[in-house]
């Protein structure tokens, strides 16, 4: 008898990357966004991708973006259409939500702890007849895999950089820590002369 053959057709696909420069621009890109107003949630919304100051990260983070447009076979080449700051006090956060009308979507940690919260994304193919049978008490003794998994996790650190498709839904549970969480955060299209 012949074993049952499972293929993955349609994965969801996260980008991760480091930058190789994050110690040049650090400290002088947060003495610019120093002067930068945020509301009482840390959000600023200076558009970082217009601003001259931030040319080289927001070159590096657009070749990026349509290295990943690449590899899924997409036939543009994206540019940032809007960008903003998010500079997190302690018990602020992120609820689960998405970037609709956007194609690809990326947050850059500028400065951040790994100790701090993830970046969670949840699994947009999850069926909501929930047939491992996962709630609240039994979530971390379900053994899941990669055909399975309801969410996954990306520590923060600074430099790195995290791509994924606008339509994923993502979140951020509130801040614990007094560490700085600085948060650039871009949605991408094609330029406008592909249409």
Avoid at 7 to 34: A, H, M, N, R
Avoid at 95 to 105: A, D
């Amino acid at each position: 008898m012949n074993p049952l053959t499972l293929q993955t057709w349609f994965p969801v696909t996260i980008g991760s990357i480091e930058c190789p420069f994050i110690d040049d621009i650090k400290d002088k890109y947060k003495k610019i966004l120093s002067k930068f107003k945020y509301d009482d949630n840390g959000l600023c919304y200076e558009q970082i991708h217009k601003n001259k100051k931030f040319d080289k990260l927001n070159k590096w983070i657009t070749d990026n973006i349509n290295k990943y447009a690449k590899a899924h076979c997409f036939k543009h080449t994206y540019e940032p259409k809007e960008s903003w700051v998010l500079d997190y006090p302690i018990g602020k956060g992120q609820p689960f939500h998405s970037h609709y009308g956007y194609t690809i979507s990326c947050v850059f940690y500028l400065e951040a702890n790994e100790n701090d919260q993830p970046t969670i994304f949840a699994n947009p193919f999850l069926d909501m007849k929930n047939p491992t049978g996962m709630n609240l008490q039994n979530y971390n003794d379900i053994k899941l895999n990669e055909l399975s998994y309801a969410q996954c996790e990306y520590s923060c650190r600074s430099g790195r950089l995290v791509i994924f498709r606008s339509h994923i839904s993502h979140a951020v549970d509130p801040k614990q820590i007094k560490d700085k969480r600085i948060v650039f955060s871009y949605n991408f299209d094609p330029e406008v002369s592909n249409g």
